[in-house]
């Protein structure tokens, strides 16, 4: 371990937290070799239309490693809370900037594996930045181990065959879910909170002025017994961010019983499928999805329910815990964990996307100095102290928050 030369890298991901790592990897410029491993079978993953509080290492992450230059954030300058009839009952003078996954991903891939899309052009190449390449449609299987040998790391692709990859680093950024953590570590175990988040997007030039002085680069919120929603604007269609062009982004907290006859008719989709986490855009029955616009008229601010009643394709996430007590694993270390993968945080602390953006440029300033003959496993461990501190507090004050907003009493409720 202490000899440890990580020339060739596989990140198993490739949603933003592998690719966070690949471009903050690329762009030590120590010629790596740098594979991400994604399950998906498509060559980019599909937006969700999912939007993320860009906190403080998101955005020095892009200011650190983005050569599109890309505009990436809307700011919202005001945090409201709302009573039921739609007044104000308080506010904050805060600024926080917000932006989308999709946004950021098409912004990554561009940096990462030079992909131009109507988001962002790839940056001209820059010598001695290696091979990064994403390959889709790989399922892990299996990881060996073996001393000093490289790891070898076992997929079955998309078309069924099967395919290997060495490595000298393997990296889990396979999300709360891990594949790779549950492979090293199988104790780890992901649970349901108890209530899931509805999501769903509205231009915000379709709302009505009342709901535009509340939603428009402000971010209220309104709480009830046992229901949060929030909301804020994103950049639009093809990452526009210009007045008029972006999307309003809402995000409705509801309680359900584990295997109640509502979570499991939420979580059942058109075709029959019961899904356990992510129930997709487009998935929800059309039942479902009538009842719940019903339950916003009677139980939500004017502003909001319009809101909800607007969206045309809503979605829904299962909120769970679940947090790693390692980031750094194997017999030989040399089996790493970083964002959701490490820790899943709730969503009410905002800070998913930032825990990604952090692990992974702490990660690759760790790598840079095992490259240039630092010890590996002294190196490593600064990194791992570093990461679990940030996953534990993270973890636990989502846990307080989503406690309180679900199953206490908020102190600006409603």
């Known amino acids: 371990m202490a000899h440890l030369q990580p020339k060739t890298i596989v990140i198993v991901g490739g949603s933003l937290g592998g690719l966070f790592l690949g471009v903050a990897l690329k762009q030590l410029r120590k010629n790596l070799n740098i594979r991400v491993l994604e399950r998906n079978p498509t060559c980019l993953l599909h937006d969700q239309g999912a939007g993320i509080v860009a906190g403080q ?111 000298d680093l393997l990296v889990g950024a396979d999300g709360p879910s891990s594949t790779i953590r549950k492979l090293i570590d199988p104790s780890v175990q992901r649970t349901y909170a108890g209530y899931v988040a509805w999501r769903g997007t509205v231009p915000e030039t379709a709302v009505s002025p009342a709901a535009r002085d509340v939603f428009v680069e402000k971010f209220p919120f309104f709480h009830s017994n ?55 855009p487009g998935g929800i029955q059309d039942a479902v999805w009538t009842h719940q616009k019903e339950a916003a008229q009677a ?74 003959g630092e010890d590996a496993a002294e190196v490593l461990g600064e990194w791992e102290a570093r990461v679990l501190e940030y996953a534990r507090e993270g973890q636990r004050r989502g846990v307080e928050m989503g406690q309180r907003s679900q199953f206490g009493v908020h102190p600006l409720r409603g």
């Open 57 to 167: 290492d998101v955005q020095e992450f892009f200011q650190r490693h983005d050569r599109t230059h890309t505009p990436l954030a809307v700011t919202s300058h005001q945090r409201l809370y709302l009573d039921r009839k739609g007044n104000v009952i308080d506010s904050e003078d805060k600024q926080q900037h917000m932006t989308s996954w999709d946004l950021l991903y098409h912004v990554l891939r561009a940096n990462f594996d030079g992909v131009d899309s109507e988001y962002a052009k790839a940056p001209e190449p820059q010598d001695n930045e290696g091979t990064a390449v994403y390959g889709y449609g790989h399922q892990v299987g299996d990881v060996e181990i073996d001393g000093a040998k490289p790891l070898v790391i076992h997929t079955t692709t998309a078309d069924g065959n099967t395919a290997t990859f060495e490595a």
């Open 226 to 280: 046992g229901v949060q929603i929030l909301a804020y604007t994103i950049p639009g269609p093809h990452g526009a961010v210009a007045p008029g062009t972006r999307l309003l982004n809402w995000v409705w907290y509801v309680n359900y019983a584990e295997d109640s006859r509502e979570h499991v008719d939420l979580m059942t989709d058109k075709e029959g499928t019961r899904h356990h986490v992510t129930l997709p």
């Open 299 to 372: 139980s939500l601010p004017p502003q909001f329910a319009e809101l909800v009643a607007m969206t045309t394709v809503p979605f829904v996430q299962a909120v769970t815990d679940v947090i790693s007590p390692a980031a750094v694993l194997g017999r030989d270390a040399r089996v790493l964990l970083l964002g959701d993968a490490l820790a899943g945080f709730r969503p009410h602390t905002a800070a998913s996307t930032n825990q990604a953006a952090l692990d992974a440029m702490a990660l690759a300033e760790a790598v840079g100095r095992i490259v240039e």
